[in-house]
């Protein structure tokens, strides 16, 4: 399979598959392909298929495979920001923020996963449950606004505001903490909790998230007089 990304802010993954060659989505992130692309949708199993229907994914997965030679199929980001090519590996799973999938080869396997601790769910902002993707092969996830990249070694931290966080591999941890100070935490504007990323691994932040995006909005929606 080769790619490409193109049309930021709002952008497209361009896939060349060679015959036989399949990609996977779990929403209708398709935006065009070739005539002889061959679309097939199910649920990759029963517990697969309960686990992202309890974490608000969709049920059913649609499988999209070349057939009597090379084709091509292309997946549009669903808000302004980027696409991030992952290199997925066994030795390598990584964690995206819940809608944050957006297509793979067929290689890769998504599943839910749990933070270990509650606070991380309930106050961290990156959610409860994250998506987790491992197996082998390329996958491609969203990013609200622009995407920026750290290596973190072993303990070492970063400190990240609620709901910035948009992936990290599996061996990086999350935990969240209370900001300083009460002045701080009730007039500071940052909100009361930040989220604790702690390494070895990547960590992949972004810029705009929806939540904030949504937050900043809300009061513009209000009831006309």
Same mark, same amino acid.
């Given at each position: 399979?080769?790619?490409? !990304?193109?049309?930021?802010?709002?952008?497209?993954?361009?896939?060349?598959?060679?015959?036989?060659?399949?990609?996977?989505?779990?929403?209708?992130?398709?935006?065009?392909?070739?005539? @002889?692309?061959k679309?097939?949708?199910?649920?990759?199993g029963?517990?697969?298929?309960?686990?992202?229907?309890?974490?608000?994914?969709?049920?059913?997965? @649609?499988?999209?495979?070349?057939?009597?030679?090379?084709?091509?199929?292309?997946? +549009?980001?669903?808000?302004?920001?980027?696409?991030?090519?992952?290199?997925?590996?066994p030795?390598?799973?990584?964690?995206?923020?819940?809608?944050?999938?957006?297509?793979?080869?067929?290689?890769?396997?998504?599943? !839910?996963?749990?933070?270990?601790?509650?606070g991380?769910?309930?106050?961290?902002?990156?959610?409860? !449950?994250?998506?987790?993707l491992?197996?082998?092969?390329?996958?491609?996830?969203?990013?609200?606004?622009?995407?920026?990249?750290?290596?973190?070694g +072993?303990?070492?931290?970063?400190?990240?505001?609620?709901?910035?966080?948009? +992936?990290?591999?599996?061996?990086?941890?999350?935990?969240?903490?209370?900001?300083?100070?009460?002045? @701080?935490?009730l007039?500071?504007?940052?909100? !009361?909790? @930040?989220?604790?990323?702690?390494?070895?691994?990547?960590?992949?932040?972004?810029?705009?998230?929806?939540?904030?995006v949504?937050?900043?909005?809300?009061?513009?929606?209000?009831?006309?007089?």
């Amino acid at each position: 399979m080769q790619y490409e !990304i193109k049309g930021e802010p709002m952008p497209v993954v361009v896939c060349q598959l060679d015959s036989g060659e399949a990609m996977i989505t779990e929403r209708g992130s398709m935006v065009w392909m070739t005539p @002889n692309m061959k679309m097939e949708t199910g649920a990759g199993g029963l517990g697969k298929a309960f686990g992202r229907m309890f974490s608000g994914d969709s049920i059913f997965q @649609n499988t999209y495979t070349a057939q009597g030679g090379p084709g091509m199929i292309a997946f +549009a980001s669903s808000f302004p920001g980027a696409i991030r090519a992952i290199r997925i590996d066994p030795a390598h799973p990584v964690l995206v923020q819940k809608s944050g999938f957006l297509a793979s080869e067929q290689g890769v396997e998504l599943s !839910i996963f749990f933070q270990k601790k509650l606070g991380s769910g309930f106050f961290g902002g990156e959610g409860f !449950i994250m998506q987790k993707l491992s197996g082998h092969g390329t996958a491609f996830i969203e990013i609200d606004g622009h995407a920026a990249e750290y290596e973190l070694g +072993a303990g070492q931290e970063m400190l990240v505001s609620t709901g910035y966080l948009a +992936a990290m591999e599996e061996s990086c941890s999350m935990d969240v903490v209370m900001v300083k100070g009460a002045k @701080n935490m009730l007039l500071g504007g940052e909100g !009361i909790f @930040n989220t604790v990323v702690r390494g070895p691994g990547k960590v992949i932040l972004q810029t705009m998230p929806i939540s904030k995006v949504a937050e900043l909005l809300t009061p513009f929606f209000g009831s006309k007089k």
